[in-house]
């Protein structure tokens, strides 16, 4: 039995729109990465623009038929789940992976709509935000990664008829078995992994074929500093969190601001209006928020991993990892801090996460990973749609080759920066631009070998 695996970078220009389906004969595994754009940044509306996009949608949510198994959203600015609000209603959702958001964090999106940074339904947007449960339906079962628990703790399956298949023998996986569109794919969620298993007809047993590695990068990149700027912003504004609650109009909030600035005025001439003094406050950490972002590792795991390993040659899985391996980066910025250095902790990740793996083929024997794995990815999702200030020079120590870059042509940013493209084809990576041409769409199709 053939078990393909299709990948696509959609062309939706200033946005971010990725999806991968797992083909057994007609039985179908979905996972999207994100799923929106941002028409204000686009040189026009794409939705409107390209004919073949919107034949895409059509398709997709007619009668609700689009299944989606699992859906990572990497943060919450427009540009990023835009079409999620846009054909609400026309979709199913069966596993949603997002970030944990603080109180604070998810008034300042808020507010930061209200302030028209972003084209989206602001009630709508409130709802995602405030209450994702509703939003995507109580047959949605929801992950916060980094909080190691979901919202539906209670109807945990403990994996009882979940039987994989090891070269020493069988034995019960371990982990939340969460639910799928299509019996033939179980979907294990363990220690922030999810790993998917296919049904083998003739033996009854499952058996691994796909990785997902959903990483939080807030925890990395300089949580103090992000801390201070979101403090200076309260301070500055005297806004709290219960004023902000429930920004669906920012009436209130202008009000408040006007207050205070007329306070100020005792001290000094202030020649700023309230809605001018709101937006440069918020702008001066808005970029940051992009701090509060997921990551995604998509990989191969074939059932005959652990036979590499006891025969202590690679070199056959480490050809296969490098051609189906994909790193989606959504907007983190891959800037190596005193702390931490973000390349070292993904490969850390990639290779500790391989390591337990194999260990459901053998609880006996330990294989060095780090000395014997070649963990080249095999694409490489460009994050922030190419800008020149989310990398540094350890950014290219990541092992790629595929080099994927989403924008929209002509956008107000001048993405993808062209330092960046110089390093990167220095690097001989090849580079694959996605804009808001549907001829730019960049597909991938592979044999999951089993």
């Known amino acids: 039995m053939k078990?393909?695996?299709?990948?696509?970078?959609?062309?939706?220009?200033?946005?971010?729109?990725?999806?991968?389906?797992?083909?057994?004969?007609?039985?179908?595994?979905?996972?999207?990465?994100?799923?929106?754009?941002?028409?204000?940044?686009?040189?026009?509306?794409?939705?409107?623009?390209?004919?073949?996009?919107?034949?895409?949608?059509?398709?997709r949510t007619q009668n609700n038929d689009w299944k989606?198994?699992?859906?990572?959203?990497?943060?919450?600015?427009?540009?990023?789940?835009?079409?999620?609000?846009?054909?609400?209603?026309?979709?199913?959702?069966?596993?949603l992976i997002i970030p944990l958001l603080t109180p604070q964090e998810?008034?300042?999106?808020?507010?930061?709509?209200?302030?028209?940074?972003?084209?989206?339904?602001?009630?709508?947007?409130?709802?995602?935000?405030?209450?994702?449960?509703?939003?995507?339906?109580?047959?949605?079962?929801?992950?916060?990664?980094?909080?190691?628990?979901?919202?539906?703790?209670?109807d945990k399956n403990k994996n009882k008829d979940l039987v994989i298949v090891t070269n020493e023998g069988k034995v019960e996986s371990?982990?939340?078995l969460l639910k799928t569109f299509n019996p033939i794919f179980k979907l294990q969620y363990n220690d922030n992994k999810l790993i998917i298993y296919h049904l083998d007809p003739q033996s009854h047993y499952y058996f691994p074929i796909w990785l997902y590695l959903p990483y939080d990068f807030i925890k990395y990149f300089c949580c103090s500093?992000?801390?201070?700027?979101?403090?200076?912003?309260?301070?500055?504004?005297?806004?709290?969190?219960?004023?902000?609650?429930d920004v669906k109009d920012i009436t209130e909030i202008l009000k408040?601001?006007?207050?205070?600035?007329?306070?100020?005025?005792?001290?000094?001439?202030?020649?700023?209006?309230?809605?001018?003094?709101?937006?440069?406050?918020?702008?001066?950490?808005?970029?940051?928020?992009?701090?509060?972002?997921?990551?995604?590792?998509?990989?191969?795991?074939?059932?005959?991993?652990?036979s590499y390993l006891r025969n202590l040659d690679l070199k056959e899985y480490n050809k296969i990892f490098k051609e189906q391996s994909c790193l989606y980066t959504g907007d983190i910025p891959f800037n190596a801090t005193k702390e931490i250095n973000c390349v070292e902790e993904i490969k850390k990740l990639i290779i500790?996460?391989?390591?337990?793996?194999?260990?459901?083929?053998?609880?006996?024997?330990?294989?060095?990973?780090?000395?014997?794995?070649?963990?080249?990815i095999g694409t490489l999702q460009i994050p922030h749609h190419g800008s020149g200030s989310n990398y540094s020079d350890d950014f290219f120590k990541l092992k790629f080759i595929n080099a994927v870059i989403c924008f929209g042509s002509n956008n107000g940013y001048h993405h993808p920066d062209e330092i960046l493209k110089e390093k990167l084809l220095d690097k001989e990576k090849i580079i694959k631009e996605v804009s808001d041409d549907y001829k730019t769409k960049f597909e991938q199709k592979f044999e999951i070998n089993n």
Request: aromatic content about 14%; charged content about 30%; proline content about 3%.
């Open 352 to 376: 500790e996460s391989y390591a337990s793996l194999s260990k459901l083929y053998s609880e006996s024997e330990d294989y060095d990973f780090e000395n014997n794995f070649d963990w080249h």
């Open 256 to 306: 408040h601001i006007e207050k205070k600035l007329k306070n100020k005025k005792k001290n000094k001439i202030i020649n700023i209006k309230p809605l001018n003094y709101l937006k440069a406050q918020y702008m001066k950490f808005n970029r940051d928020l992009n701090k509060i972002c997921l990551g995604v590792f998509s990989g191969p795991v074939p059932f005959h991993l652990y």
């Open 225 to 245: 500093d992000y801390k201070r700027k979101i403090s200076t912003f309260f301070i500055k504004t005297k806004l709290t969190s219960e004023l902000l609650m």
């Open 68 to 95: 989606i198994d699992l859906l990572f959203i990497s943060h919450f600015h427009a540009d990023h789940i835009s079409f999620l609000i846009k054909y609400r209603r026309k979709y199913q959702v069966k596993n």
């Open 106 to 154: 998810i008034n300042l999106l808020l507010l930061g709509v209200a302030l028209k940074e972003y084209q989206i339904d602001i009630k709508a947007y409130h709802e995602l935000l405030t209450n994702p449960e509703k939003f995507f339906g109580e047959d949605c079962h929801i992950i916060k990664i980094n909080t190691n628990k979901s919202n539906n703790d209670e």
């Open 174 to 176: 371990r982990g939340e």
């Open 3 to 59: 078990i393909l695996l299709k990948r696509e970078f959609h062309p939706v220009g200033q946005g971010a729109f990725y999806s991968e389906q797992i083909y057994s004969d007609n039985n179908v595994f979905e996972m999207v990465f994100d799923c929106g754009n941002a028409p204000k940044h686009n040189k026009k509306s794409t939705i409107k623009a390209d004919s073949e996009l919107s034949k895409y949608f059509k398709c």
